[in-house]
């Protein structure tokens, strides 16, 4: 075992555990970060995905070892209050069905909006591939983002 100082959502947090443990088990298992989802074990399908210096990353097949001082943004991260853009776009169109990807969808999504603020739906389709739902709720996340989108443009989303 080894300590490894992790920045997560903008705190230090030191993590006792073997060089080759994915972020994703650091995350969940060791710092009670449970946003982040575990879905395939091989980077395939988003559920995993947060974000390293800004960029989305698969937790499952970053190991601890790797960071170093890079910032780790996860679901919590993102607003704790719940009040991002795409978080309120989610309520209020009820986005998820069963919810077991969407924090990884979120991840992603915050990305795309990062770099195109008001997204095409061919922008949102390439941004979002790598994200897979097993419920296919592809229409209501591409809802969701394009409305997240208009959120963050006027500051206008319903209480």
Not at 11 to 22: I, L, M, R, S
Request: charged share 20%.
């Amino acid at each position: 075992m080894s300590t490894y100082t992790l920045h997560i959502n903008g705190k230090n947090q030191a993590v006792d555990v073997e060089p080759d443990t994915p972020l994703l088990w650091a995350l969940r298992d060791t710092l009670g970060l449970v946003g982040t989802k575990y879905g395939c074990g091989l980077g395939q399908c988003g559920a995993c995905t947060v974000h390293i210096d800004g960029v989305p990353a698969r937790a499952c097949l970053t190991p601890v070892s790797s960071l170093g001082k890079q910032k780790i943004t996860t679901i919590e991260g993102l607003d704790p209050n719940a009040r991002h853009p795409l978080q309120l776009a989610w309520q209020e169109l009820d986005v998820p069905q069963c919810g077991y990807c969407q924090s990884g969808q979120i991840m992603s999504a915050c990305h795309l909006l990062k770099q195109h603020p008001k997204p095409t739906d061919a922008q949102i389709d390439e941004a979002m591939a790598g994200n897979l739902c097993r419920c296919a709720t592809y229409t209501r996340i591409r809802a969701g983002i394009h409305r997240a989108a208009e959120i963050a443009s006027t500051g206008k989303g319903k209480k």
